[in-house]
């Protein structure tokens, strides 16, 4: 399968991810932890059926230590036992604000309340910067059909 455009050699693209890569280093440098970043991409591109982002969350999290056990259980994380308190607000929040047009409501003052529980006010714009972010990636690989699997860990910098 190949992608419907290279966005990796496309000079607008490619102007367009150094701009949004650089939003993104900016929540990877936030206090909001990491574990909980990856936990937040990998399952707003599940929701959003984006396998090229699936794909490159899950491996990095991996490589950065993350238990196949939590990786497997990230779309089935109301069940699972395995994640914090902490954790489940933010997938939470990720899980309503990547569906925005499914619920009329948006994201419900109960969630906002749940997450603001865990997070402080800095950690909270990230996490909400970070769901925008990843439906924003999320969206331009699933629109060009951006195949996945042969991502490697750190393979971006």
Known sequence: MD???NLFGNPA??????YI???GKVIGDSTLPAATQELVK??????NGCGFCTDMHTKDAAHA???SI???LVAAWREAKVFTDAERAALELTEQGTRIADAAGGVTDEAWANAAKHYDEDQLA????LIA???AYNRVNVIVQQPAGDYQPGQFG
């Open 3 to 5: 992608a419907r455009l």
């Open 13 to 18: 693209a490619a102007k367009f991810f150094r």
């Open 21 to 23: 890569n650089s939003a």
């Open 42 to 47: 990998i399952r707003a591109s599940q929701i």
């Open 65 to 67: 230590g993350e238990t």
């Open 70 to 72: 939590r990786l497997n």
């Open 126 to 129: 990230a996490l909400a910067c």
């Open 133 to 135: 972010l990843i439906n």
